[in-house]
């Protein structure tokens, strides 16, 4: 048992610490692709105060809640959308060792949570009694509905070629020629996850040229912070499930096993942030496209591609 509550605690400082960090990265590289010199400022040498000043900020801001919102939904709605990928944590491997709870249906669990983060966005849109913050709630449980069937066919074309759904069982039964073979899921769930975090190009339930900032338009201070906590913990979340599905986890020459899956993670993240950089805003006609057009068949192929090789072999 006190195994299990010290493992849970390094869970929760690499929950706390890993968001913060993909934030100050985001930060950074947007300041150096986009040639925006304020983020380069605060604190001296290459803006290291950058991240202190913007929580200093957050927790200036007066908590406001409007007198049209559901008050109790309204206030409860940020932690709904942060609380599941600290659960999601608890199941993830960083190296053989180092995982809190090795589940059976460790890929089942994580599927499952991840899709109630969502709920958050929805619960904030609707009790902000605001028509645009509405219309984005509305937005994010359609792209949920849209992408969560690609992002659950390409993890089960992994679970079919290890043959299990616990997490570090897929780590060990990984194989350096997976990356070619499995690569068309990787690339699926990879996109998948990118829509259901709403993150650019695929962020229409915020589109601030269009509906202010969706679900979020309400909020202030601290619970605004939250939100944005919780995207970045997202993109920690689908960087560590797209290296240990499709990436061989902790596997590498030479270096500690975490290491190498922390480096994995930071590359992945780096590419997140570079897309929001590079492709503008999908509509929603080309969201719906490519989700159901593209990414759905290229999943089912990538299944079938699975289920040919393991029997053959």
């Known amino acids: 048992m006190l195994e299990v509550v010290l493992s849970f605690v390094v869970i929760l400082a690499v929950f706390l610490v890993l968001p913060l960090i993909v934030g100050q990265t985001e930060h950074k590289v947007m300041a150096h692709m ?44 940020p932690g709904v959308a942060l609380i599941p990928y600290l659960v999601v944590l ?18 089942f669990f994580v599927l499952a949570v991840m899709g109630i983060g969502v709920l958050g966005s929805i619960m904030a849109g609707w009790a902000s009694g605001n028509k645009y913050s509405v219309l984005g709630g509305m937005r994010s449980a359609a792209q949920l509905m849209s992408y969560e069937l690609p992002l659950v066919l390409s993890a089960s074309s992994v679970a079919m070629a290890a043959g299990t759904l616990s997490l570090p069982g897929i780590v060990e039964a990984w194989q350096w020629w997976w990356l ?31 509906i202010i900032m969706g679900p979020m338009t309400e909020y202030t201070g601290m619970r605004f912070a939250l939100f944005m906590l919780a995207e970045y913990a997202g993109i920690v979340v689908l960087s560590f499930l797209t290296t240990v599905l499709f990436l061989g986890g902790w596997q590498g020459p030479f270096l500690p096993g975490w290491l190498w899956t922390l480096l994995k993670v930071f590359f992945l993240a780096f590419i997140v942030i570079w897309l929001r950089v590079t492709y503008p805003r999908l509509r929603e006609d080309q969201l719906q496209k490519l989700a159901w057009a593209v990414l759905v068949p290229l999943s089912l192929a990538q299944l079938a591609l699975t289920g040919i090789v393991r029997v053959i072999t």
Request: aromatic residues 10%.
């Open 34 to 77: 986009q040639s925006r010199l304020g983020p380069m400022y605060a604190g001296g040498f290459h803006g290291w105060a950058q991240l202190i000043a913007d929580g200093v900020k957050f927790a200036q801001k007066e908590d406001i809640v409007p007198a049209a919102a559901d008050r109790r939904i309204f206030m409860i709605a």
């Open 90 to 107: 608890i199941a993830i491997p960083i190296d053989r060792d180092r995982v809190a709870v090795d589940l059976d249906l460790g890929l």
């Open 180 to 210: 070619p073979w499995q690569a068309i899921g990787a690339i699926v769930f990879f996109l998948a996850g990118l829509a259901e975090l709403r993150r650019p190009p695929f962020d229409m339930p915020i589109a601030e040229s269009e």
